[in-house]
Every structure is written in structure tokens, then in C-alpha cells.
């Protein structure tokens, strides 16, 4: 039964790195839709949007029927837990990356102009925090997990930069209003998808370090 | 042309006025639905979501409008850009809303349970951190949004005493599962709900202090 209910728990693990695939995919492809003008790909994002909406719902009923198959040990069922929120969490990632797609349709009915932000180095940092926290996950390695949080300062700077740019570029040039507004929004996404990110790390120090936190639970009822 | 731009922009803080009472309404609704097993009363709650999504795009549309009208100046375009980064933020609070309404609805078909969770409480708590947010915003007060991102620290503790709480729950009355794990996932809703009204305390923070992060991007470009 215990072996059959780890194959079961790999089973989730793998569709937890199926998530955070298609979620780093879709950042990629929404930065590349933006830079090349692509509406395709943009229209690719939206799409993959849908299947990371189903592949939620699939994996969360898996987390459920386990739980009522097994009824785990509680190592076991903090593990479903942390993947219960971490699905979650991609899944929003998701929906961001398909409001940057969404916005990028939109910018593509306007005059062509270079707005002044490497949305592309945004993305890819993003990406990477995503790639990190489910590895964290997967290896169970809470260092990792904090070494995303870290990096989410790093994006809300990279967020700060682009939104003064976009503003100054507004004042000097506001014939291209309606573009530089997008690119705010397009950057504030960015940054939104990193939040997910680092919040995918808080699970994973919490799940990994589940004594300690138990420890600190206790303290709070002296 | 001046005196008829501020009283857009004093309609546009009584809107996200407005879209913030709907936030806190629909929070402390969906935490008395839960306590109250009330379907009606989470039925409202999602009803209640359609009208924030339309709000959000009437206030996003009104805010584009200004800008492109007025092309204001800079100290003015910062606080219509925070004001739409803020709305999107409350549009959120009204998904996460709803997410529990949703929830509730599902647990009250099924065998009725005392959660060991002080849900009120900590929709109280959340309900407190934007009702500070949005007055920080209206009253152009960082110190207050300081506060609320103080706030933050309280909820997240809060969580994880629910979760164990439930999971200890899952352990020893295991026939409640379901009802424990639907707990599970309304504390972290509203978790990411606080998540949300931080994220409005980090936009009038950066709005207020609009001065002192140019300095700091500048100083970056060195």
C-alpha cells in the first residue's frame, strides 16, 4: 500500500514540473510575442492558459483522492498540502502570463514604438525564479527555496526602473501614451509572476522545515 | 483645465473608495457564510464579484481616459498609475472572495463540522489591512502603509496554525478530510488576500515617495 502510495506521490511531483513547464513556457513565449510582435504566439499563451486550468483540476483531484485512499501519515499529507498550494500558485502564474499575452495583442493594433524596458531580462528572471522553486520542491532543498526569495527583490527593482522609464517616456513623448501605459502593466505582471514564485518558496521552506514550524505552532499556545 | 483634472482624479479615488468597500464586504460576507452555513449569503458573494470585475474596467478605462485627455503631469500620472496597479489589486480580493464562497458552498453539502480555525478572525484581520491600504492611498500616508505591511507577518502566522491545526484534524478524525482540506485552502485565500493589500501598501509607498525611488533609480544607473 506505502509503495503504491509513493509511486502515486512521484506522480504528482512530475505533474507539479508539468505545471512549472508550461507556466516558464508561457512567460517565454509572452516576452518573445512582445519583442517580435508575434500575435501567434501571443495567441499560444492564451491557449496554453486553458490546459494549465485543466491540469490544475486534474491535480488537485488527485491530491484529494489520495488523501481519502491513504489517509497518509502526516509527513505524507503535508507534502500533498504544499503541492495543493503550489498548483495553485502556478496556475496564477499562468493567468499572468496570458494577461501579458492579452495586453500584447492589444499593443499590437498600435503604432510600432521601442519602449525603453528589457521585458525579455524580466521574463527571464521570473522564469528562472519559477525554475528554482519547483526544483526546491522536488529536491526538498529549503536553501534553494530561500535563495528565491531573495531574488525577488532583484524584479521589483527591475518593475521600479520600468515603470520610471515608461513615465518619463509618457511626458517626452505622449503620442505613444497607450503603448508605454501597456508596457507598465506588461511590467507589473512580471513582477506579479515573480510573487508567485517566491510564494511557491514560502511553501517549500514551510513543508521542509515542517518540525520547526511545528515547534514555533506550539510556542504560540504557551 | 487644471480644476476639472482633479475632480476626475477625486472621482477616481472615490471609485477604488468604492471597489475597497466591496473587497472588505465581500471578505467579512464569505467568513459569515462559512460561520453561518449560509448558501444565500455565499451566493451574493460571487454575485457581488461580477459587479468588482465590471468596476475594475470602468475605473482601468476612466484612468486610460484621463491620461490620454489631460496628459498631466508627472506627479499626476504617478497617482493615476498606482490608483490602476491598486484597482487590479482589489479586483484580485474579489477573486479570492469568491474562491471561498465557492469553497463554502462545496463544504455545506457536506456533513456539518466545528473547524478548529477562527476563520472570522483572520478575515477580520485582512479586511483591516485594506481598509488601512486604501485609506493610506486616499490619504497619500506611506507611514500608514507601512503599517499594513507589518500587518502581513500576523496573517501568515495565522495560516500556518490553521494549517496545522487541520492537518492534525485530517490525523485523528480522519472521516472530516474533505471538510478539513477545503479549511486548508480558505486560510490560504485568506492569506493571499492580506498578500494583496500589502501589495496595495508597496504602491502607495512607491507613489508617496515618488521622489526618493527616482534618486534611487538614478542612482542605479550610475
Known amino acids: 500500500m506505502q509503495r503504491h ?12 514540473l508539468r505545471m512549472g513547464a508550461l507556466a516558464q513556457e508561457a512567460i517565454v513565449r509572452a516576452a518573445d510575442a512582445l519583442k517580435n510582435r508575434d500575435e501567434a504566439a501571443a495567441r ?6 486553458v490546459e494549465m486550468d485543466r491540469l490544475e483540476l486534474a491535480i488537485d483531484d488527485k491530491c484529494l483522492e489520495l488523501i481519502a485512499l491513504h489517509q497518509p ?3 505524507d499529507l503535508r507534502t500533498i498540502t504544499a503541492v495543493l498550494h503550489i498548483n495553485n500558485d502556478l496556475e496564477r502564474i499562468g493567468d499572468q502570463a496570458a494577461n501579458i499575452a492579452k495586453r500584447t495583442k492589444n499593443i499590437l493594433k498600435m ?28 529536491e526538498g532543498d529549503a536553501f534553494l527555496a530561500e535563495s528565491v526569495r531573495a531574488m525577488d527583490d532583484e524584479i521589483d527593482r527591475m ?15 505622449p503620442q505613444f501614451t497607450d503603448q508605454a501605459m501597456i ?3 506588461i511590467a ?6 515573480a510573487d508567485h514564485a517566491t510564494s511557491i518558496a514560502a511553501d517549500v521552506i514551510f513543508w521542509v522545515r515542517g518540525a520547526d514550524v511545528r ?8
Open 188 to 193: 507589473r505582471n512580471l513582477e506579479s509572476i
Open 159 to 173: 518593475n521600479r526602473v520600468a515603470h520610471e522609464e515608461l513615465l518619463q517616456m509618457i511626458q517626452k513623448r
Open 183 to 185: 508596457g507598465i502593466l
Open 5 to 16: 502510495f509513493d509511486e502515486e506521490l512521484q506522480q504528482l511531483k512530475n505533474d507539479i
Open 73 to 75: 501519515m502526516a509527513v
Open 44 to 49: 499560444k499563451v492564451v491557449d496554453a492558459d
Open 111 to 138: 503604432e510600432d514604438v521601442m519602449l525603453p524596458v528589457d521585458f525579455e531580462a524580466m521574463g527571464e528572471h521570473a522564469t528562472r525564479m519559477i525554475r528554482l522553486a519547483v526544483q526546491s520542491l522536488i
Open 215 to 222: 515547534h514555533e505552532y506550539l510556542a504560540t499556545l504557551d
